[in-house]
């Protein structure tokens, strides 16, 4: 059953309907596996190979796909116990109260609204690759970037399109999902069979560029590049399946990420040496320039731009459950809850996030990475929260239905909080990875402090 919503009375239409369920199986994979995989695997390729080497960079996306594994585990025993719009917000409400919830809220809803706003600048640059005469009439420069009036209008008008899709229904969404992820799938898979042709084993070497350092190195860098599994959870309440086949859907979407992910490492690296990875911006494109010339590169880059899209498209669908859930509680303004009488979308909250991404472009690219960078920490926040809100309801409500019941739960508990903590420690000055100074961490800090005003004037404001 859908959750009602109890708001204004004003506004009888709207709070009495419901979401929508109507996700299959397939729907909820490929949300959450579109949403992982995005844009990353065509443009930073070559620096995980460069900085790992073959197997280090192998190495280290194994390493980082078993942490957010053991995570999955823990989302999923939540996801079947409590299938409600808003996973992290309704987990985190029960065990750890108002203040726990909104902060392990917040901080996704960091991720999910940068992830948004960065792919209405992706997709720009995307364009800018296919047609290079692309840029015209300059307008600014922000941060060093400059910022054409045509790369940014690519941007807004993407945003408009994705939010109309998402506003009109969840099952149009979740097409739209499958239709672009199977895209990549089929750039993926021509990239691949592209090493039958072309490529050596020679230029799989080196195996590992800088030792331990080099795999430490990638592991900083690939975190983030497994956020949006939980996307499952937060449309929990849309997804028609059983409890227990849910939580499977989330921990598969894992497993299908870790597997791309070493794939397309090893058809590049086979494809390119070190030189030609070093020298690449688009190595995913250069390596399907090699085996297939320049019709192939210019293909993968379209796989590259549904990997955009679904990126955009899935982040969209969890952060406006998420914003729902928040506003449902009385955290956020309870305009925020409505749900469309005709659609059955939270749509207010989808029209938000892209008013928000139409905006991103006028600040340029470089602004808009460091926005990212800082939410991903915002990730490893909510992440830590839901492990330690996994731990007190073990504790506190021991007899509670649990569909999919992660054995050894208390082991797996503190081992995915211990997680979380040491991936919290590769933004940390000194890392590899590390928070820009001062711009990210004044980012991360002004986010932080928006979320403590909030929680402070929302129970009287909004109940």
Known sequence: MGLV???????????????????????ALALAFGAMIGWGWVVMAGVWLTEGGTAGAMLAFVLVGFAVLIIAFIY????????????????????LGR????????????????????????????????????????????????IYLSWLLVGVLGSLVVTVINVVGVKMSALFQITMTTVIVLAGIMLVSGTLFSGSTHNLQPLFASGTSGILSVVALVVFYFVGFDVIPQAAEEIDLPPKRMAQMLVAAVMCGVVWYLVILTAISYLMDANALMMSSLPAADASRVAWGAAGAKLLILGGLAGIITSWNGFLVGGSRALFAMANSGMLPRGLAFIHPRYHTPYRAVILIGIIAAVAPFFGRQVLLWITNAAGFGA????????????????????????????????????????????????????????????????LGLWYFLGIVIICFSPVKYG
């Open 380 to 443: 490893i926040i909510a992440y830590a929260l839901v492990a330690i809100s996994f731990l007190v309801l073990r504790k506190r409500e021991p007899e509670m239905n649990r569909p999919f019941k992660l054995p050894f739960g208390i082991f797996f508990g503190w081992l995915g909080l211990l997680i979380t903590l040491l991936l919290g420690l590769a933004y940390m000055p000194g890392s590899p990875g590390a928070l820009a100074w001062p711009y990210e961490w004044l980012i």
């Open 5 to 27: 919503i109890d708001v204004d009375s004003n506004s009888k239409d709207e709070n009495t309907q419901t979401l929508s369920r109507s996700l299959s199986k397939l729907d």
């Open 76 to 95: 999923a025993e939540l996801a079947a116990a409590m299938p409600k719009v808003g996973g992290e917000h309704v987990y985190s409400l029960r065990a």
């Open 99 to 146: 203040k726990g919830s909104f902060f392990c809220t917040w901080s996704i809803c960091f991720v999910y609204i940068a992830v948004c706003a960065f792919e209405a600048v992706a997709l720009g640059t995307v364009i800018e690759y296919l047609l290079p005469t692309f840029k015209y009439v300059y307008l600014w420069t922000v941060a060093g970037y400059d």
